[in-house]
């Protein structure tokens, strides 16, 4: 709420009557400008409801849900308002409590998702979900997507970078 304020007493300020800098707060602007996208961790349907709630619904932020594990029961949660998911290393390579098919569930109710490593030193995790989710199933092409064109388009950066183009980065 307070961050909703700022932003609010920000796109009224002027010259004549400027509102002080919050640097607590600062960060938020480009959330709720839609310039950046809220990854919200979520894994049970309530939590991913409260997500999707405040931060799409409420404050009309664009949201992705990191690690929707238990989204494969109830797709309809985030497939109605479009929201993509991000699988990590966790979902795609341990079975457990993640089913082996989260992937191919998210691909056939049309959620976008992307897959994403578990930090800088284990980027070749990406290449592992990917091979992980194509050995249980899901196609090559989906498979390349969630690490390239779709990861980009869910992090909004699609118009420069995720596939090999002519003006792209």
């Known amino acids: 709420k307070r961050a909703s304020e700022y932003r609010k007493a920000r796109e009224k300020a002027d010259e004549k009557k400027p ?29 991913i409801e409260r997500a999707v709630k405040l931060f799409r619904d409420t404050h009309g932020m664009r949201i992705a849900i990191l690690g929707p ?4 029961r109830r797709p309809e949660i985030i497939a109605k308002p479009e929201v993509p998911a991000i699988l990590g290393p966790d979902t795609a390579l341990d079975e457990r409590p993640f089913p082996p098919d989260l992937a191919i569930a998210l691909r056939d109710a049309g959620i976008r998702f992307g897959f994403r490593s578990g930090g800088t030193s284990s980027a070749a ?41 002519e003006g792209k980065d």
């Open 69 to 72: 594990a238990t989204i494969h």
């Open 125 to 165: 995790d990406l290449a592992l979900s990917a091979v992980a989710s194509v050995r249980r199933g899901l196609d090559p092409e989906t498979a390349l997507r969630a690490l390239t064109i779709d990861a980009a388009a869910i992090l909004g950066v699609g118009d420069r970078i995720g596939s090999i183009e």
């Open 19 to 47: 509102i002080e800098k919050d640097d607590d707060l600062e960060p938020f602007r480009p959330l709720f400008r839609k310039e950046a996208v809220a990854i919200v961790a979520a894994a049970t349907y309530e939590e």
